[in-house]
Structure formats: structure tokens, C-alpha cells
């Protein structure tokens, strides 16, 4: 009883700690100024800011960008070090989690030199942060593929594949690809959240992305710049209360009726 | 529906590190037979299979296929169905999918590779369970998916590779008879990778016994097992005894002055030290006392229709002995016994 006691307590506790801060920042954001009561003026004008409006559709597009380049990059990457040259599997891992210990601060002056090309190739616009932001989510990306596709037998199913007359492409789209499909989901889902609360790169480089808006409102108006990182956090917390749904629901199915353990014998009979 | 081609491995070198797995191995499946490839872990015979399959490469010799040489096709154009140790269905699709997996990379269209696979999954038993997904069926269930699955691309040569190990011993046999009989029906070249010599002896046409590397001898099951080419074969072959001693007149004279009747050490010379085999099989157990060795019952395991008997030499080795289950009733623990041999089934050891 003494221990379901201590852990509600521990749960309120904590409970409390995360959501004190979410509740005051909703409280703040709908203060109805000096008459007092509440006051949706500053939600209603997340809408009615061309300029924050535009850092949205921004950092969403990157979101995506970010997505879509760090998969095409890293899944057939994983899958080729996987399945052709394992011995590289540590450099490959030891080279993504980099970003991890490299303070962004750091990561802006070694890249700013770099985007001042990109800048000349490409054109100035804030889309150009998608490159830097794969090197960001990189670690993320990478453990999350990393679990799934250790968590399939890649080496026995490519090579059933191969054996009915798959080549390379059909095996990385049509027997990794869905084999570790909550994982890319997974890995793409952090790296939404990450880009949609990325500050400092985007900052230091000059680029106006949702962050850098909210902050810049933030000397303006403090109640929709609240109210638009509350909305941007909600966001992010709706996308993963998805992911964990979905990725959830796939085990309890294979919890029911027990997966196929890849190398060791067992399974129903 | 199909029929295989003939294959032959000509003088494969494979070495990992140095240490070789194949070291000239030369092999001929004739079209329509199932040759397994037995041997103790390590010989090579995984790698001869996988190489066949394209899916490692030689450092030198010659794959061929139908009398074509395919030593550097690649794997997805070889045409060979395989199946593996491991469950190896593609998790996300059905049953029927996975048959029509090899069907649709072929441009086979939608209703004829529907059809073939329902064809093949009817074939291996499966039909009503076509829309099951792989984590929804038993071990069994699945290699027999995944052996559809290999057959329904109707491959010029059928690769098993220890197919039913990770199986419990029930549906093993079961899935074993199963394949023999598909096989049969479709008259499909196979090779078969096993570690259970059971298994091999059970349902090949030719077993080839692999160590290091190399074919120590290919031939019908029974032969392997009633005249194994080499000492290492008639070892590795079924359980035997062994016996240490030296040649005299005819027979072995063992360390305890017993004189063991072996007409394959009539050719050595008399005084020359060697070791031979014989299986429990070949040894009776004597009342009359007239046996060459005595020795004392000391456990009995029960096989059935026969039961096994640990008899204890004076010096302490123990022989193992077949009797009829019957019989053994009748030689409780403790009963001493004498042993005699028929002189023409002792075989000659390896470092003989």
C-alpha cells in the first residue's frame, strides 16, 4: 500500500513539475489585460501575423525537408552497412551521435563559413537550413533506425528476397523500408519535433524559423509569442502521443500472437 | 509443374580469413534428386549451399547449373528457391504475399499470381491460412510458407538450408516427409543442408558426408551408413564403439588380452596398432559365455523397439550395445555379460 502510495506521489510530483509551467504559460496567454478575466485576443492572433505565419509554413517545410533527407540518406546507408560491411557499423555510429556532443553554439561557427556556399548556390532562402538540421537530428535518427533494424533478421530476409530475384533497390524499398517502418516513423517524428523547436542554429544563421519568430514577437507582444510556443509544444506532443500510439498498438498485436523470434527456435504451435 | 536442372560444384575454394571452408569440393546433383550435405559444424556445407545460391562468392572453382556457368551470376538472377534456417517471411505481407512475392518481381500479373499461390500454399497444406500474417503462424506453418514461397518462382534448383531446426522434433519429421514428397511429386533438383543425420538419411536420394571443406563420400543413404568410404564417415555416421589395440591374426588384441574378430585389419601387418568401430547394432549380447568381451550391464536407455545397454569393460570403458527391448528385461544393471562381434562389421577408425 506504503509503495502505491510513494509512486502516485512520485507521478503527482512530477506531473506538477511539467505541467505547472504548460498551465502558467496558457494562464499568461489568455490574461485578458487590465480589466482582468480571459481573453483569447492572442491566440486569435497567431492567425492574423503574416510574418509568424510564414516562420510557421517555414519551419513545417523544414520539418519535412529535414524528414525526407535524413531518411534518404541514412535508412539505405544503415541498410548497406548492415548487410555489406558491419564492420563499419561503430564509425557509422560513432560519426552520427558526433552532433550529440558538439554544442550547437560550436556546430554555427564551424558551418556559418560553409553556408556563405550554400548561400551562393542555393539562394538565401530558410529552407538551406535543412542541411544543417540533418546533421542535428542525426543521432536521434540514427538510434531509432539502429533499434529497428537490429530488431529484424535485415541479413535473412535480404537474402530470401535476393534468392526470389530482388535486386538491392527492391530489397531496401520492399523488405527494409516496411520491415522497419515504426522506426523511420519513429526517427521522422523526432525529427519534427526537433526542427520545430530548433532556435539557435536558425538564430545564429539568420534564418527566420518558427523559434526565431516566437522569439522576436517575444519583445513585442509576450502573450502570443506564449501563446504560439504553447501551440508549437501541443504540436509536438500531439505528433508524439501518435507515434507511441501506433508503435503501441503494432507490439500489443505481436504480444497477443507472439512475433517470429528471427534466430532462436520457439513460437506457437 | 517443375523439373530441375543438374548442378555441379567443380573443385570450389572458399577461405574466411585463411581458414578454409570449402577446399576443393566437388559435387554432382543429378536433375530431380534431393542430395543432402551432412557434416559436423564448420565443414563447409553451408557455404557449398550458399554458394550455389549465389549469395557468397569462390575464390576459386566453377558453379554450374543445367551445364551453364553461373559462378559469378548474382543471387537475384540464379533462379534457385531457398529456404533458411531462420523465419525468414517478410513480416508485413500474408501468407499468399509472401508465395507471390518472387511472382510479382517477375511481372506475373495480378489474377495468375493469386491463383499460384493459392496453387502452392494448397500444396504445403496451408491453403486456409492464406491471409495470415507470419507472427500469426507456428514455426512449422511458416517454413512450409516459406517452402511455397521458394517453389513458386519454379526455381531450377530447390536449396534447404536446415529448414526444420528450428522446429520441435513432432513437426519436424512431419515437415521432413512432406518436403521428400514434394519433392518427389515435383521432381525438383535439391540440395539440403542438414546437421541431423537422421533427417538426411531419412529422405535423400544421396548423402554427401562434408569435413573440412571437402566431400569425404556421396552415396545412397544406406550405403553411407552400411559402407562408409572413410574412417571419418563410419565415425561420424551413427553412434559406435571404439576399440584401441593392436593387429593378431585376424582380430584385434585389446590391452586386456580380449581378441576382438575384425576382418578389416586382416590386410595389416601383425603387431601394428589400430583403432576400430563398431556400431551397438553389431554386437550381441551372449549367454553361453562364448563372447570376446565381458563386461558388466551398467545402464540401459530405452529407444523403443530397442533398448541400449552402457556395458562396463574390466578397464572401465563402456560399450554400447543394442539389444531388443525384450531382451534387456531380462539384463537389469549389474548383470555381467559377454559381447561378441560379427568380424565382418568392424570398420577401421581414422587414425588407424
Not at chain 1, 157 to 174: D, F, I, K, Q
Not at chain 1, 215 to 237: Q, T, Y
Not at chain 2, 50 to 57: A, F, I, N, Y
Request: proline share 6%; glycine share 10%; hydrophobic share 50%.
Amino acid at each position: 500500500m506504503s509503495t502505491r502510495l510513494f509512486r502516485y506521489g512520485i507521478l503527482l510530483v512530477l506531473g506538477v513539475f511539467f505541467l505547472l509551467p504548460l498551465f502558467a504559460m496558457l494562464e499568461f496567454s489568455t490574461r485578458g489585460g487590465l480589466e482582468g478575466g480571459r481573453d483569447l485576443s492572442a491566440w486569435r492572433a497567431i492567425g492574423d501575423d503574416p510574418q509568424l505565419l510564414e516562420a510557421i509554413v517555414t519551419s513545417l517545410q523544414l520539418a519535412v525537408l529535414t524528414s525526407v533527407l535524413m531518411l534518404v540518406l541514412l535508412l539505405p546507408t544503415m541498410v548497406w552497412v548492415h548487410l555489406r560491411v558491419p564492420a563499419l557499423r561503430r564509425v557509422v555510429e560513432y560519426l552520427c551521435l558526433l552532433p550529440l556532443v558538439i554544442p550547437a553554439v560550436v556546430l554555427v561557427v564551424g558551418i556559418a563559413p560553409l553556408y556563405s556556399w550554400v548561400t551562393y548556390f542555393l539562394g538565401d532562402s530558410a529552407l538551406t537550413l535543412t542541411f544543417v538540421y540533418v546533421v542535428l537530428v542525426l543521432p536521434y535518427a540514427f538510434r531509432a533506425l539502429e533499434s529497428g533494424l537490429t530488431a529484424m533478421d535485415l541479413t535473412t530476409l535480404s537474402e530470401a528476397a535476393r534468392s526470389l530475384g530482388a535486386g538491392w533497390g527492391t530489397v531496401l524499398l520492399r523488405v527494409a523500408l516496411p520491415g522497419v517502418r515504426a522506426a523511420v516513423l519513429s526517427a521522422a517524428l523526432l525529427t519534427v519535433a526537433l526542427v520545430l523547436g530548433e532556435f539557435t542554429l536558425a538564430s545564429l544563421l539568420n534564418f527566420p524559423n518558427l523559434q526565431v519568430a516566437v522569439n522576436l514577437i517575444g519583445k513585442r507582444d509576450a502573450a502570443l509569442s506564449i501563446a504560439v510556443s504553447l501551440a508549437a509544444l501541443l504540436l509536438a506532443f500531439v505528433l508524439l502521443l501518435v507515434l507511441s500510439t501506433v508503435a503501441g498498438r503494432r507490439r500489443t498485436a505481436r504480444e497477443v500472437e507472439p512475433l517470429s523470434p528471427s534466430p532462436s527456435p520457439g513460437g506457437p504451435s | 509443374m517443375t523439373s530441375g536442372a543438374g548442378v555441379s560444384l567443380v573443385d570450389l575454394h572458399r577461405a574466411y580469413g585463411g581458414v578454409p571452408a570449402l577446399d576443393g569440393l566437388d559435387l554432382r546433383v543429378e536433375p530431380g534428386e534431393l542430395v543432402s550435405l551432412l557434416g559436423p559444424s564448420g565443414c563447409g556445407k553451408t557455404t557449398a549451399l550458399r554458394v550455389l545460391g549465389g549469395l557468397e562468392t569462390v575464390d576459386r572453382g566453377q558453379v554450374l547449373v543445367g551445364g551453364k556457368d553461373v559462378t559469378g551470376v548474382p543471387a537475384h538472377r540464379r533462379d534457385m528457391g531457398m529456404v533458411f534456417q531462420a523465419y525468414s517471411l517478410f513480416p508485413n505481407l500474408t501468407a499468399r504475399d509472401n508465395v507471390g512475392f518472387g511472382l510479382r518481381l517477375r511481372k506475373v500479373s495480378g489474377a495468375e499470381e493469386r491463383r499460384r499461390a493459392g496453387e502452392l500454399l494448397e500444396l504445403v497444406g496451408l491453403g486456409p491460412q492464406a491471409a495470415k500474417y507470419p507472427h500469426q503462424m507456428s514455426g512449422g506453418q511458416q517454413q512450409r510458407v516459406a517452402l511455397a514461397r521458394a517453389l513458386a518462382i519454379q526455381p531450377r534448383v530447390l536449396l534447404l538450408d536446415e529448414p526444420l531446426s528450428a522446429l520441435d522434433a513432432q513437426v519436424r519429421v512431419q515437415l521432413r516427409e512432406e518436403i521428400r514428397r514434394i519433392q518427389t511429386e515435383l521432381a525438383i533438383t535439391t540440395l539440403f543442408v542438414t546437421h541431423d543425420q537422421e533427417e538426411a538419411l531419412a529422405i535423400s536420394d544421396r548423402v554427401g558426408v562434408m569435413s573440412r571443406g571437402r566431400l569425404e563420400q556421396l552415396a545412397a543413404p544406406a550405403e553411407v551408413y552400411e559402407r562408409p568410404a572413410t574412417p571419418f564417415v563410419a565415425e561420424f555416421i551413427g553412434v559406435t564403439n571404439s576399440f584401441r589395440g593392436t593387429v593378431a591374426d585376424g582380430a584385434v588384441l585389446l590391452a586386456t588380452g580380449a581378441r576382438l574378430p575384425a576382418a578389416v585389419v586382416a590386410s595389416r601387418p601383425a603387431g601394428s596398432a589400430v583403432r576400430v568401430l563398431v556400431r551397438p547394432g553389431d554386437l550381441q549380447v551372449r549367454a553361453d559365455g562364448a563372447g570376446a568381451l565381458g563386461g558388466v550391464v551398467q545402464t540401459q536407455s530405452f529407444l523403443g523397439p530397442v533398448t541400449r545397454l552402457g556395458v562396463a569393460l574390466p578397464e572401465g570403458d563402456v560399450v554400447r550395445v543394442d539389444v531388443p527391448s525384450e531382451r534387456a528385461r531380462t539384463l537389469p544393471s549389474g548383470t555381467p555379460v559377454e559381447l561378441a562381434v560379427d568380424p565382418g562389421a568392424a570398420m577401421l577408425a581414422a587414425d588407424a
